[in-house]
């Protein structure tokens, strides 16, 4: 066999290949479109009940079949920091949720910079939170695997307007992830 055939191989099987710097994850974040031409309205007197005011009228129902099928604890655990413009977010909530198509129509409202009604109780049984310290430093522990939004919001020190800060993670039983929520 000729020498150049086995290096000619080795290049054409490599040629599709990339470099991947290494460093944290590139952040993802899923919009799932919820609204459907095709579904059937409601009839005014069967509407829910109207939202809060300021809040946006949830359009997902709670999926339970989809919660069910999650695991509620583990052994992961999620550290950070929450800060905006470089100002630390001290005792403010964090929230690790799944994702689901329930949370995600929350992530998507809240990434437009609306907040949407309350969740339902059961979604939020699977929902983890902390509070962070006065430097905006935050910690879970016994998280389950799974793909989660990790969210916290506090007010923009420029404008006096509260900010959601909202990243998704991936996370697997035994890991420690750390996630700076910040912008």
């Not at 909530?93 to 992530?107: D, K, L, R």
């Not at 430093?137 to 989660?148: A, I, T, V």
């Amino acid at each position: 066999m000729k020498a150049w055939i086995i290096p000619a191989l080795l290049g054409l099987s490599l040629a599709g290949c990339q470099m991947i710097e290494p460093g944290p994850p590139p952040e993802r974040i899923e919009v799932i479109d919820i609204s459907d031409p095709d579904a059937p309205q409601a009839e005014p007197s069967a509407r829910a009940p109207a939202p809060e005011p300021g809040r946006v009228a949830r359009q997902v129902a709670f999926p339970a079949a989809e919660y069910a099928a999650l695991p509620k604890s583990g052994s992961a655990s999620l550290s950070g920091r929450l800060s905006l413009n470089g100002t630390p977010g001290g005792n403010e909530t964090i929230s690790v949720a799944p994702v689901t198509t329930y949370s995600a129509e929350a992530a998507e409202h809240a990434l437009a910079g609306r907040a949407v009604e309350r969740a339902d109780p059961r979604a939020q049984a699977y929902t983890h939170n902390a509070r962070t310290d006065g430097n905006g430093h935050f910690s879970l522990q016994g998280l389950p695997p799974g793909e989660f939004y990790v969210s916290g919001s506090m007010v923009n020190p420029a404008n006096g307007q509260r900010q959601v800060i909202l990243r998704q993670v991936s996370l697997r039983n035994g890991q420690r992830l750390e996630v700076n929520l910040s912008r």
